[in-house]
């Protein structure tokens, strides 16, 4: 009985390289697909765009190029959310664009909070009797000696002033932990300042 050679076996066409010349469509379907090819077309395609949106808005170019880096982050991660239905790939890119410069004025905007805090705090411990700046010297380096769990949970709720369930929030810790956290880091911070280690024990 005569052999004959089988078939090949059908496989899929292979993918071509996205290209700068592919239409948005077919990157749009390459980047949710994973193609780092199609991430790089539309890398080249609409960087000078998120970079001059974010310049404007900015008004920094290191920042600018920063937000630039963090949208393409974003496109990367985000790919499988994209829903053509809904609009464009470049106007999703834009929507990016826009969080990201809002999250890096809300970062400038706290940057500056916390210069105008610590230089008020400054003032006021400059002025204030010698008692209260050693208590505050003292309930600072007691901070910094516990473990970061409770440091985190006690700074959060005495210098941004959150709520236990705003902290489990902020976290994404249970609420149940964070009340744990908080009752043996006061406990603990209690205890050392009890203590009135001299401050050069510390150093």
């Given at each position: 009985m005569t052999s004959h050679p089988s078939p090949p076996a059908t496989a899929a066409p292979p993918v071509a390289p996205a290209g700068d010349g592919c239409g948005d469509e077919e990157l749009a379907r390459g980047l949710v697909a994973g193609d780092e090819d199609c991430l790089a077309a539309v890398y080249r395609r609409w960087s000078s765009l998120v970079y001059a949106l974010a310049r404007r808005a900015l008004g920094n170019?290191?920042?600018?190029?920063?937000?630039t880096q963090q949208v393409f982050?974003?496109?990367w991660r985000g790919r499988a959310g994209y829903r053509p239905?809904?609009?464009?790939?470049?106007?999703?890119?834009?929507?990016?664009?826009r969080r990201k410069i809002f999250?890096?004025?809300a970062a400038r905007a706290r940057r500056g909070e916390?210069?105008?805090?610590?230089?008020?705090?400054?003032?006021?411990?400059?002025?204030?009797?010698?008692?209260?700046?050693?208590?505050?010297?003292l309930v600072?380096?007691?901070?910094?000696?516990?473990?970061a769990a409770q440091r985190r949970v006690l700074y959060l709720a005495f210098y941004e002033d959150l709520t236990q369930p705003q902290i489990a929030a902020r976290t994404g810790w249970p609420l149940g932990t964070v009340k744990s956290h908080a009752r043996r880091g006061l406990h603990r911070l209690r205890s050392g300042i009890e203590r009135r280690e001299p401050l050069e024990a510390a150093v």
């Open positions: 170019a290191g920042e600018a190029e920063d937000v982050l974003g496109v239905e809904r609009g464009p790939l470049g106007g999703w890119i834009v929507g990016i664009t999250d890096a004025l916390l210069v105008a805090a610590a230089a008020s705090l400054s003032r006021t411990e400059t002025a204030a009797d010698p008692e209260t700046v050693l208590d505050r010297l600072r380096r007691e901070l910094g000696r516990l473990p």
